[in-house]
């Protein structure tokens, strides 16, 4: 007969709750590399085409020294750079956390936010998988209660799909 335990997928200690008895890490991860790579290419993208008409405007600004010029013409790379590393820290510090208890979402860059919701009290999971999802195998597990008051939301998660069916198969464990 087929066990009906839930794999485990990939295990780090990330959560700064103290796990309770009996408490295991089913699942641990970050949004999507290529989601990462996206946004970055969106700066880079950004960068390069304000830096370009900065740079074909450099003669209406003639009345400037080349130092100014220089400066305004680094500017953006040097936001793109800023924005650009602000991505890198948030795809690094940003975890998704399931155990057989809980589901856990932790972010932040200069401060470290976490948004708990106990799987006791989840009432509805709904997986949406896009476009580039299918293509990318990533999606969007939203786990909420039955008044919606507690939502944790696993946004650009590898493995969407098999991942919400170890979820509502822990959660159709649970009520029983």
Known sequence: MPSHEPSIVNTHSLSTLPMQPGEETIFSARFHIIILLFRLIVIAALTMGLRFL????????????????QAINLAPLVVGGFLGIILILNYLLTRFLLTTRRAQVRSGILSFG???????QVDNVDTKVGLLGLVFNYGTIRLASGNSILVVSFGGIPDAKRRGDIIEDLIARANF
């Open 114 to 120: 976490e948004l708990n919701i106990p799987l006791s």
């Open 54 to 69: 900065l740079e074909s405007a450099d003669e209406t600004f003639g009345g400037l020294s080349a130092a100014v010029l």
